[in-house]
């Protein structure tokens, strides 16, 4: 879809960002929205969270709070917009009282990132598989207006020749975290005229920044922390591609999903991120070095991991107008602000707070 045709659909004009400015009073319109953030109380949860109820949005979460992140929800607790439910989402009871009075649903929550789906196999499978094509289910006949499902660009696991992966790009899912979310996005897709939501998917690059619930174990944050302590850092397949996202970025791509023209988004998959945020892991910890010359790096080959891939974001650019604000850059920037003023000297007695690292987990089905 072009520009003409998406004006023509959203029934807006583009010139001088008055269109943009339109869709965003459009939101206020929508203070009957209530979003249903399922794992909204994670590192891009509690982001978004924030940035819902700052664009009048209610908004109600549901979290199991695996990581003792159970501070990062206070904050919210004190705005009236606000609910919180203790849970699991695997639990059909659970969920179909978390849907009472919502009007749209993001699926945020899970076991997240490679190590952690690796160290719990079988729980993984229960939450990120069997778990999520379950609540996929419970969310039909409840009269939702939009159902965003958060995957990851990690589906594409290898892309030959540094070429840029679109959303038609063979799908090459290398752990068992990004095998869950390729089979529930064809699940998904399987599900046209089957269900009476309109289901968006979202594959996140990975994402930099501060948030409350920090994860220093997501790559950008990881490297800049450690390059900052001073250790020796040893950064493995230096020349492999990934796309990065500041969190808050995450925050408007849902938003501008939430307020775009059923049309648009209906069964669409986007690749959320920008161009420009597509760096290898030496782009990374050069910018990082920016910051902290002395800096002291090691490279090697053929770590565990071989993932290597950079990605388009042409459609959401195209179709949403969606072009990220941060850069790899603005990120290390806060990170080490915040470093400087002492924010993150827990980190090590906190551990499991500030990594997905480890988990207590009684299946509810
Ligand atoms: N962080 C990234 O770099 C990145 C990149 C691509 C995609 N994503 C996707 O974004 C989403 C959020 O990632 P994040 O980094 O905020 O992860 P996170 O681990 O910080 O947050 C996940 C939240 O889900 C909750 N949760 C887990 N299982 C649950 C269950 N059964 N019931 C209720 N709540 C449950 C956890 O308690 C946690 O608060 C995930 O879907 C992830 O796959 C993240």
Redesign the pocket.
């Known amino acids: 879809m072009n520009k003409q045709q998406y004006e023509r659909l959203a029934g807006i004009s583009f010139k001088s960002n008055e269109g943009i400015l339109e869709l965003q009073n459009r939101s206020k319109d929508k203070k009957e929205c209530k979003i249903l953030l399922?794992?909204g109380?994670?590192?891009?949860?509690s982001v978004v969270t924030k940035h819902l109820l700052e664009c009048d949005y209610k908004v109600r979460c549901?979290?199991?709070?695996?990581?003792e992140?159970n501070e990062c929800v206070i904050p919210s607790l004190m705005n009236e917009n606000y609910e919180f439910i203790y849970?699991?989402?695997?639990n059909p009871k659970t969920v179909d009282h978390a849907l009472v009075g919502i009007t749209d649903v993001i699926?945020?929550?899970?076991?997240?990132g490679d190590p952690i789906t690796k160290k719990y196999p079988e729980i993984s499978q229960i939450?990120n598989h069997s778990?999520m094509l379950n609540l996929i289910h419970l969310l039909n006949g409840k009269g939702l207006n939009k159902v965003i499902f958060?995957?990851?660009?990690?589906n594409y696991g290898i892309v030959a020749n540094n070429n840029l992966a679109d959303e038609n790009c063979e799908l090459s899912p290398l752990s068992l975290y990004a095998k869950a979310?390729v089979a529930v996005e064809e699940h998904l897709s399987s599900l046209r005229g089957k269900i009476d939501y309109s289901p968006t998917v979202l594959r996140?690059?990975?994402?930099f920044g501060l948030s409350p619930?920090m994860?220093f174990d997501?790559t950008v944050n990881q490297f800049t922390r450690e390059l900052y302590s001073g250790e020796e850092v040893l950064v493995y397949d230096p020349e492999t591609w990934r796309p990065y996202c500041h969190v808050k970025d995450f925050s408007l791509a849902l938003q501008r999903v939430l307020e775009s023209p059923l049309e648009l988004v209906n069964f669409e998959v986007f690749n959320a991120g920008g161009d420009k945020n597509n760096f290898t892991k030496k782009m990374v910890v050069d910018t990082v070095k920016k910051f902290i010359p002395q800096a002291k790096i090691r490279f090697q080959e053929k770590g565990s991991d071989p993932r290597d891939y950079r990605v388009s974001f042409k459609k959401i650019r195209e179709v949403l107008h969606f072009e990220p604000k941060y850069s790899v850059s603005d990120g290390i920037a806060e990170i080490i602000k915040a470093l400087d003023q002492k924010i993150f000297n827990n980190v090590s007695q906190r551990i499991n707070f500030y990594e997905?690292n480890q988990i207590n987990y009684a299946s509810n089905l």
């Open positions: 399922i794992g109380a994670g590192y891009i949860g549901l979290d199991l709070l695996l990581y992140n849970g699991d989402f695997t699926i945020l929550g899970g076991l997240v939450i778990g958060i995957s990851t660009c990690s979310k996140f690059a990975t994402a619930r994860r997501l997905n």
